[in-house]
């Protein structure tokens, strides 16, 4: 069964619609709050693919991301994050195999 991508829509500073997609959300036991870590499929100077951090209230389907303001919860995501690359490196070497 295919993985079924997430996508959703913002506006950027210049009020401009992005569509995005998601990539995971999880909700941290230290904070209480849940993130979503998401990209707009742009590239950065080095060719890596853009990749965005926000809080969001999934029991409410407003569609408002909130920023992260503490360098705490920027570590928590950054973790995950590179938890969760870690793990799909495996299962890619896994697969090859």
């Keep these: ?20 997609e998601a990539l995971f959300t999880f909700e ?3 904070t209480g709050k849940s993130y979503i870590v998401y990209t707009d499929n742009t590239l950065d100077e080095e060719g890596n693919t853009k990749v965005y951090a926000a809080i969001y209230t999934p029991e409410k389907n407003e569609g408002i991301l909130q920023p992260i303001e503490s360098e705490k919860e920027w570590k928590i995501i950054e973790t995950i994050f590179n938890e969760i690359q870690e793990e799909a490196k495996l299962k890619s070497e896994e697969n090859e195999q």
Aim: charged share 50%; proline share 0%; net charge negative.
């Design 28 to 30: 941290s036991d230290e």
């Design 1 to 20: 069964m295919e993985n079924e991508k997430m996508t959703f829509k913002i506006m950027d500073d210049e009020g401009k619609e992005l569509e995005c």
